[in-house]
C-alpha cells in the first residue's frame, strides 16, 4: 500500500458522478458540479490558483463573497424580518450558524442587511445609537436613520 496523496486533489464521493475537489487548506471539500474529469481538473487547477492569490478567500473563483468567507468570523449583524420588518442587531461567531437558528424561528424569510466587524462593545455601542429605535430586546423599527447607517457603514454578503 502507498502513501496518501498529499496537497490538492480530484476525486468521486461514494460512486456519485459529480467531481470533488480536496484542498488540503482547510481540509476542504468542495463539488466542482461536474461529470467531465477534464472540466474538474481545470476546476481544481483555477482553485490552486486562486488560493496563492487569495490564501484568506473561502469562495471558488467566480463566486461572490458569501456567508461561508464569513462563517469563523465575529461580526455585529444586522437582520431585518421580512421586507420592511423590525432589523435585529446582534453578535455573532459564526454567521452561517447564527442565522438558520434564528430563521427556524421566524415564518418569515430574514435579510442580512449588513455586517460590521466585531470589536469589544461595538454591539452595544449600535444598541445605544439607536435606542429610540428599539422595540424590545435586540428588535429595531427600520427607521430612515437605521437603514442609512446600514447602507453607508457595512458591508453585505451576497
Not at 106 to 118: Q, S
Request: charged share 30%; glycine share 8%.
Amino acid at each position: 500500500m502507498g502513501r496518501p496523496i498529499k496537497g490538492p486533489r480530484i476525486y468521486r464521493r461514494d460512486g456519485r458522478p459529480l467531481w470533488y475537489a480536496y484542498l488540503r487548506r482547510d481540509r476542504q471539500h468542495i463539488s466542482l458540479k461536474t461529470a467531465d474529469e477534464s472540466v474538474a481538473r481545470q476546476r481544481l487547477l483555477e482553485l490552486v490558483e486562486n488560493e496563492r492569490e487569495h490564501p484568506s478567500d473561502y469562495a471558488r473563483p467566480g463566486d461572490r463573497p458569501s456567508y461561508r468567507k464569513l462563517a469563523a468570523k465575529p461580526v455585529v449583524y444586522f437582520i431585518q424580518d421580512g421586507i420592511g420588518g423590525p432589523i435585529k442587531i446582534g453578535r455573532t461567531d459564526c454567521l452561517r450558524t447564527r442565522l438558520n437558528t434564528l430563521q427556524s424561528a421566524h415564518a418569515r424569510k430574514l435579510i442580512v442587511l449588513g455586517l460590521l466587524e466585531d470589536w469589544r462593545g461595538l454591539e452595544e455601542q449600535m444598541h445605544a445609537l439607536f435606542t429610540k429605535e428599539r422595540m424590545g430586546g435586540e428588535w429595531f423599527r427600520p427607521s430612515l436613520e437605521l437603514l442609512k447607517f446600514i447602507s453607508t457603514n457595512t458591508t453585505r454578503p451576497r
